[in-house]
């Protein structure tokens, strides 16, 4: 995927055609891929994680994933975000929104922290990706 983006840059480039502005702060349509994948991380992956831990010690759903996974993807994803099209609000909305049936599903609401982690570490993302764009840096176009 990089190395089409890279090539359809380049085409653009050579033809003299301008750069596709992203949709602001409120994008949908160009972040449908994250939000997807955002979606199957969040809301298919704890009850998995639930069926494969044991029963009297559940560390797959209590340590690793909301510690580490959901954290780590969050932010993962919001950078991806962030490079391609810049500032998006949309996407920490909605991993903090995606948190939240799995937290009353699997958990209870002393878990509700789940859904600022992923919403604090997918807007760190963005904005970190957002800002290594406007430095320069960003794009697929170095890929």
């Known amino acids: 995927y990089l190395r089409w983006r890279a090539e359809l840059n380049a085409i653009r480039r050579e033809l003299g055609l301008?750069?596709?502005?992203?949709?602001?702060?409120?994008?949908?349509?160009?972040?449908?891929?994250?939000?997807?994948?955002a979606?199957?991380?969040?809301?298919?992956?704890?009850?998995?994680?639930?069926l494969l831990d044991p029963a009297d010690v559940p560390?797959?759903?209590?340590?690793?994933?909301?510690?580490?996974?959901?954290?780590?993807?969050?932010?993962?994803?919001?950078?991806?975000?962030?490079?391609?099209?810049?500032?998006?609000?949309?996407?920490?909305?909605?991993c903090g929104v995606?948190?939240?049936?799995?937290?009353?599903?699997?958990?209870?609401?002393?878990?509700?922290f789940q859904a600022g982690v992923a919403f604090v570490f997918a807007m760190a993302g963005d904005l970190l990706g957002a800002l290594v764009r406007w430095r320069g840096g960003g794009g697929c176009e170095k890929a």
């Open 18 to 37: 301008a750069a596709p502005k992203s949709g602001g702060p409120f994008q949908v349509r160009s972040l449908a891929a994250h939000l997807l994948l």
């Open 59 to 94: 560390a797959l759903t209590g340590l690793f994933y909301p510690y580490l996974l959901l954290p780590f993807f969050c932010l993962a994803a919001g950078w991806s975000a962030g490079r391609r099209f810049g500032v998006s609000l949309v996407l920490p909305a909605a």
């Open 39 to 50: 979606a199957c991380w969040e809301l298919i992956l704890p009850p998995v994680l639930r």
């Open 98 to 112: 995606l948190t939240l049936p799995c937290v009353f599903l699997l958990y209870n609401h002393t878990a509700l």
